[in-house]
T-cell receptor, first 116, second 110 residues
């Protein structure tokens, strides 16, 4: 199957700093990437949908100025958590898919963010 | 609105069979997925149903009834390594978005 990587796998930062998480599709071109957040013992919550070369579409309740998403190429999307606070500590997971309605989503391994 | 329900937790014994149910009410429908997720890891794909009926893949089977908004995942010959969370997800019809259910934590005991 297709491989999606995320970097870093874990990050600890101080409150008020910004953190950038990268999501890469390694062996296919991803026209669409999705960013999810998962709090402990909860399910995945979609944050935003990112299409290459266009602005991301954010889900209701997700602050676009706080969670900056850039999908500059068909193999890379980045999520930047700006001015992070302890409540932003979570497991962030990306997924990637190719074009077409029946395309499967391939998930990255996730990034554990801890804000002190 | 979007609503996908699963039982929160289930327990079963090694070697047994367990059925995890999922009911959904979504604005669009273009397929239902089941994922397995171990703690601290990303979800891994188990099955996909878009038409009514049963899909079988080894020890795992998934069933879909679109008219009832209902699916189940059947796990046979349970193994200890099957202890994990199982996520039901419905794909939105127009934007490929996946809406995840609440997830079911399965504990397999000896």
């Amino acid at each position: 199957g297709a491989v999606v990587s995320q970097h870093p796998s874990r990050v600890i930062c101080k409150s008020g700093t910004s953190v950038k998480i990268e999501c890469r599709s390694l062996d296919f071109q991803a026209t669409t990437m999705f960013w999810y957040r998962q709090f402990p013992k909860q399910s995945l919550m979609l944050m935003a949908t990112s299409n290459e070369g266009s602005k991301a579409t954010y889900e209701q309740g997700v602050e676009k100025d706080k969670f900056l998403i850039n999908h500059a190429s068909l193999t890379l999307s980045t999520l930047t958590v700006t001015s992070a606070h302890p409540e932003d500590s979570s497991f962030y997971i990306c997924s990637a898919t190719t074009s077409g309605k029946s395309s499967e989503q391939f998930f990255g391994p996730g990034t554990r963010l801890t804000v002190l | 609105g979007q609503n996908i329900d699963q039982p929160t937790e289930m327990t079963a014994t090694e070697g047994a069979i367990v059925q995890i149910n999922c009911t959904y009410q979504t604005s669009g429908f273009n397929g239902l997925f089941w994922y397995q997720q171990h703690a601290g890891e990303a979800p891994t794909f188990l099955s996909y149903n878009v038409l009514d009926g049963l899909e079988e893949k080894g020890r795992f089977s998934s069933f879909l009834s679109r008219s009832k908004g209902y699916s189940y995942l059947l796990l046979k010959e349970l193994q200890m390594k099957d202890s994990a969370s199982y996520l039901c997800a419905v794909r939105d019809g127009s934007f490929q978005k996946l809406v995840f259910g609440t997830g079911t934590r399965l504990l397999v005991s000896p």
